[in-house]
């Protein structure tokens, strides 16, 4: 009979485990935390009115949604790019601070 051992889950959480006891992930962790907050706050004030101006331009003729489209695409490669060589305990931090930051009143 198999022990829990060979189980995916229980190796991964294991990986978990070992990376979260070195002492400076936590404070990636933290600083993730905090940046990633002010992240999200920023960007739940600032990008409602630069979709508005841009509805606006659309509308009035003066900007293109395919240009917009094009460059959300590449921002979002960009993006991807970066976050993958994070540290494992500064994007957990990073992301639970911009869920943070956005979901905040």
Do not use: C, I
Not at 60 to 73: D, H
């Amino acid at each position: 009979m198999m022990g829990l051992e060979g189980a995916p889950a229980v190796r991964f959480l294991e990986a978990v485990g070992r990376e979260f006891a070195r002492p400076e992930v936590w404070a990636y962790l933290g600083f993730g935390a905090f940046s990633g907050y002010a992240l999200g706050r920023f960007a739940k004030a600032v990008v409602p009115w630069v979709a508005l101006f841009y509805l606006g331009a659309v509308l009035a003729g003066q900007a293109s949604p395919e240009v917009l489209f094009l460059g959300l695409y590449e921002l979002m490669e960009r993006t991807w790019a970066f976050l993958s060589g994070l540290n494992g305990g500064l994007l957990l931090g990073l992301g639970l601070g911009v869920l943070s930051g956005l979901s905040d009143r």
